[in-house]
């Protein structure tokens, strides 16, 4: 059971243009959304985060909004440069009161910026 | 800096060998997670930590075992290895579980 999908495996963007990466998710409960961005033969590193409580959240290039009643996050990043050249997860998880908060990724996005 | 190290950074293994990846981190997070990631999936969550002496299940944990004696450590234990751990392995750590995961480079492990 995929409580975290990303539907495009890849994607490709020109130097400069908008890339915009998808991630949809099932679980209504979920409280904090997380994107990480994944160079090879390295492990991922946070990119940016969005409570639920929120429905934007932009931190210079990168901007993530949420839209809770289609269960649906994207990722913008404006304007796109060759070292965006990633793949990128998305993540979420409930927050609960215990301090067990397990994220739950999706399967990734591959985005090539071209030149 | 060193953050989240692992080790090795790979490894062939023999079907029904056993062995240890290492993780270590510097930054005194409490919490650490190990994870699995396969082609084209996502990160899969192995066992994670909440602090020396205590761990717990994830999503995966079959065919693994892990210890936590000190903040620092967090090795991961394959047993009997089998073909279906070849697979990269991603250590992480957070202050918080509410907060974001610093991850290792990972251990890219091959099981023959």
């Known amino acids: 059971d995929q409580q975290v999908k990303q539907n495009s495996p890849s994607l490709s963007v020109q130097e400069g243009r908008i890339s915009i990466l998808n991630c949809d998710y099932t679980?209504?409960?979920?409280?904090?959304f997380l994107w990480y961005k994944k160079y090879p033969a390295e492990g991922p590193t946070f990119l940016i985060s969005?409570?639920?409580?929120?429905d934007k959240n932009e931190d210079g290039r990168f901007t993530v909004f949420l839209n809770k009643s289609a269960k649906h996050l994207s990722l913008h990043i404006v304007p796109s440069q060759p070292g965006d050249s990633a793949v990128y997860f998305c993540?979420?998880?409930?927050?609960?009161?215990?301090?067990?908060?397990?994220?739950?990724f999706g399967t990734g996005t591959r985005l090539t910026i071209i030149p | 800096n060193a953050g989240v190290t692992q080790t090795p950074k790979f490894r062939i293994l023999k079907i029904g060998q056993s062995m240890t990846l290492q993780c270590t981190q510097d930054?005194?997070?409490?919490?650490m997670y190990w994870y699995r990631q396969d082609p084209g999936m996502g990160l899969k969550l192995i066992y994670y930590?909440?602090?020396?002496?205590?761990?717990d299940k994830g999503e995966v944990p079959n065919g693994y075992n892990v210890s936590r004696s000190t903040t620092e450590d967090f090795p991961l234990r394959l047993e009997l290895a089998a073909p279906s751990q070849t697979s990269v392995y991603f250590c992480?750590?957070?202050?918080?579980?509410?907060?974001?995961?610093?991850f290792g480079d990972g251990t890219r492990l091959s099981i023959l």
């Open positions: 930054m005194n997070h409490n919490y």
């Open positions: 993540a979420a998880f409930l927050i609960s009161n215990f301090g067990n908060e397990k994220l739950t």
């Open positions: 969005i409570s639920s409580i929120k």
């Open positions: 930590s909440v602090g020396a002496g205590i761990t």
């Open positions: 992480a750590s957070s202050l918080r579980t509410n907060q974001p995961q610093h």
């Open positions: 679980n209504s409960m979920f409280d904090y």
